[in-house]
C-alpha cells in the first residue's frame, strides 16, 4: 500500500503564494497529480506532472501554479502564486504507480484558505 504525505496548506492572503508537497511511499510512479475539492463542489484535477516531466494545468491555474517532481525522493510539489479567494480548497495529492492506471492512491488531503 503506497502512503501519501501531503504538507504545505494554510492561510494565506489573496495575491500571495503557498508551496505545497507530496511525498509517496513508492519507489516508482507513472504520473503524480494535485486536485482539489471546495465545499459542494466535484472534484477537479488542478496539475499533472508524468515521471517524464510533462504537465498539464487546469485553465483557471495556469500561468499562476506550477507543478514539479523529484523523481528519485517520489515527490511532488505544487508552486502557488497570485492566489485568489477561489482557489480555497482541500487540496489532494494523487499517485499512478502504472500508466493503465491500475493502481492509484489518493493523499488525505490538505487545506488551502485564501482571504480577500
Known amino acids: 500500500q503506497v502512503q501519501l504525505v501531503e504538507s504545505g496548506g494554510g492561510l494565506v492572503q489573496a495575491g500571495g503564494s503557498l508551496r505545497l508537497s507530496c511525498a509517496a511511499s513508492?519507489?516508482?510512479?507513472?504520473?503524480m497529480a494535485w486536485y482539489r475539492q471546495a465545499p459542494g463542489k466535484q472534484r477537479e484535477l488542478v496539475a499533472s506532472?508524468?515521471?517524464?516531466?510533462?504537465?498539464k494545468y487546469a485553465d483557471s491555474v495556469k500561468d499562476r501554479f506550477a507543478i514539479s517532481r523529484d523523481n528519485a525522493k517520489i515527490t511532488a510539489y505544487l508552486q502557488m502564486n497570485s492566489l485568489k479567494p477561489e482557489d480555497t480548497s482541500v487540496y489532494y495529492c494523487?499517485?499512478?504507480?502504472?500508466?493503465?492506471?491500475?493502481?492509484?492512491?489518493w493523499g488525505q488531503g490538505t487545506q488551502v484558505t485564501v482571504s480577500s
Open positions: 513508492a519507489s516508482i510512479f507513472s504520473s
Open positions: 506532472v508524468t515521471s517524464g516531466g510533462s504537465t
Open positions: 494523487y499517485l499512478q504507480l502504472d500508466a493503465l492506471g491500475n493502481y492509484r492512491y
